[in-house]
């Protein structure tokens, strides 16, 4: 069984950019956390959670969505290739 919890800001900056490119990203981070949890077999707990960040000399301020999940992580093989 998967649980998720949500960590979310009340107070986000607005995100400028494509929305369906960021669900895009979303969708397959939340997909993979999902495949990662049920393929142990524990319970496991998938959580999301947001807050701003701000930047530093010449950079952008920034929104940051995290996901986290239990499950049993990336092989090293696997992680060479996490943004192919």
Not at 5 to 14: E, F
Not at 37 to 60: E, F, H, K
Request: glycine content about 8%; some cysteine.
């Amino acid at each position: 069984e998967t649980s998720w919890q949500t960590v979310l800001a009340t107070d986000l900056w607005p995100v400028f950019g494509a929305s369906d490119q960021l669900q895009h990203v979303l969708t397959a981070l939340l997909l993979n956390a999902r495949d990662a949890v049920r393929a142990t077999p524990q319970a496991g707990q998938i959580t999301v959670s947001t807050c701003n960040v701000a930047a530093g000399l010449g950079a952008d301020d920034a929104v940051r969505v995290s996901v986290a999940d239990t499950g049993p992580g990336m092989t090293d093989e696997v992680l060479q290739r996490a943004f192919d």
